[in-house]
């Protein structure tokens, strides 16, 4: 069986938790797209991790943990963060690592840079960690596929033929200093070393698993508004967040994923540039950044101080639609504890017409929010188990988004932990 977990927001939504509680019942956890760009947070009896790279499979010895040919892999970055668990006490996991996955070179994450500045004013707001210039090279054919490392005389010359064209850039477009050839072979005859342990035929291993009957799990990163075909483009991600690439990303049947996870936060945060219709700043902002997610709503990977806004109805609605969902996780519920009364985007305002379906960019950016205000529980409702002794208030509010976006409410987290979930009977289910 597969199932997927993803993000029917912005990102951000909490995955890493419900992924993590997820991996118990899981014998494979799988990226299949995204890189270092962003961070999943969990805590469990091991401590406090930001999973950038690493599949949130990590912590139980019983899953193995694929990087799967759709994702972007750093191979510094992955390695490190393989280090920093071991190094807090997690046993060394059982990895395995795409022979199609590419990765990221260490020019993608200069260019990156160098691209962010020169747009300055008008930049997208990038984490800098090369994943553009890593995918804009996977699809103009000139990336880097992990098998390559193994066919040392065919590398060399790729290699020159890439830096030609790179080198130009660098040095008439951004005025930087050229890379070298050998250099650069020298760096990828090491990732290969690192990687030669773990590099596999992922699709045929999975095709065997899937026919043994085992638990997989795809683990997305980001969420749907960050699609770059279905989100808000162009302020999206450079590779789909969508459950339906997880056949893609990781090489498997797509009729195989049966159950799909979207992971929904009960108010809204989004990093970087773009439409985020349910806005909100100021003080009104900064309580509930402060007091969001586990710690304050700030960057996984940069610590940015996240932009906030109330529940949006109507772009998770469609986020939700747009993943195929089967099941909603809705999360971060026990920091609205602290509300009086709870503002709830239900529709958006566009040239004097109501929109309640989300609308493309452009339209997106002219569009005002169209609040309910609910009543607040003011209770701390973590430690709660089971759903009926949820404060009525907060039963309210969790029904009310459900009827709004039409997508059955199955699980409910009130806390970072992996016992802080309630299950719960949907009637739309
Ligand atoms: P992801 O990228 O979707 O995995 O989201 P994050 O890892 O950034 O999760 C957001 C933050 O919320 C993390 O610090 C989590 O530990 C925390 N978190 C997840 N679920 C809950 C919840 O139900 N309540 C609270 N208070 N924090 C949560």
Redesign the pocket.
């Known amino acids: 069986m597969v199932r997927a977990i993803v ?1 029917a927001n912005w ?9 993590d509680m997820m991996s118990q019942e899981s014998d494979i956890v799988i990226r299949f797209q995204g890189g270092a760009n ?6 469990n009896h091991y401590g ?1 991790f ?1 999973l950038h790279t690493l599949p949130s499979g990590v912590f139980y010895d019983h899953t193995t943990n694929i990087i799967g040919n759709g994702v972007a892999l750093d191979v510094e970055k992955f390695f490190n963060e393989v280090k920093d668990i071991t190094s807090k006490g997690v046993p060394m996991p059982k990895i395995l690592i795409s022979d199609r996955a590419q990765m990221v070179m260490p020019y993608h994450v200069l260019f990156d840079q160098y691209e962010e500045e020169r747009l300055g004013k008008a930049s997208f707001g990038s984490t800098k960690s090369g994943i553009a210039p890593f995918y804009s090279d996977k699809y103009a054919k000139i990336g880097f596929q992990v098998q390559e490392l193994f066919h040392e005389d065919t590398l060399k010359v790729k290699i020159a033929r890439v830096l030609e064209q790179k080198n130009v850039l660098l040095e008439h477009l951004y005025h930087k200093p050229a890379i070298d050839p050998d250099e650069l072979f020298e760096t990828l005859m090491r990732y290969k070393e690192m990687l030669e342990p773990y590099v596999c035929d992922v699709s045929a291993y999975l095709w065997k698993a899937i026919k043994e009957g085992k638990n997989v799990l795809l683990e997305g ?3 749907s508004l960050k699609d770059p075909d279905h989100g808000i483009y162009p302020m999206v991600t450079s590779s789909s967040t969508l459950a339906a690439y997880g056949a893609i990303g990781a090489g498997l049947p797509p009729y195989e994923i049966k159950t799909i996870v979207t ?1 929904v ?1 009960a108010y809204s945060s989004a990093v970087g540039a773009g439409a985020f219709v349910s806005e909100i700043f100021g003080d009104e902002a900064e309580e509930l950044r402060k007091r ?4 304050g ?1 700030y960057g ?1 990977t940069t610590h940015r101080p996240r932009r906030m806004g109330w529940f949006d109805c109507v772009a998770t609605k469609y986020g939700c639609r747009i993943q195929g969902t089967t099941d909603v996780a809705f ?5 609205l504890g602290y509300l009086d009364k709870i503002p709830v985007c239900v529709g958006y305002e566009y040239e004097g017409k109501l929109l309640d379906d989300f609308p493309t960019t452009q339209v997106l950016e002219k569009c005002k929010p169209v609040l309910e205000v609910l009543d607040g529980w003011k209770t701390d409702i ?1 430690g709660i188990k089971n759903y009926e002794d949820l404060p009525e208030n907060c039963k309210k509010y969790i029904e009310f988004v459900e009827q709004h976006i039409g997508f059955p409410i199955t699980m409910v ?4 932990s992996r016992d ?1 979930i309630i299950y719960r009977e949907s009637k739309l289910k």
């Open positions: 993000g990102g951000d939504e909490g995955k890493g938790k419900l992924t962003a961070g999943h947070t969990i805590v406090k930001a990163q980001l969420g992971v936060k969001g997610g586990d710690g709503e996984a999360t971060v519920i026990d920091v973590r987290s009130n806390g970072p802080d």
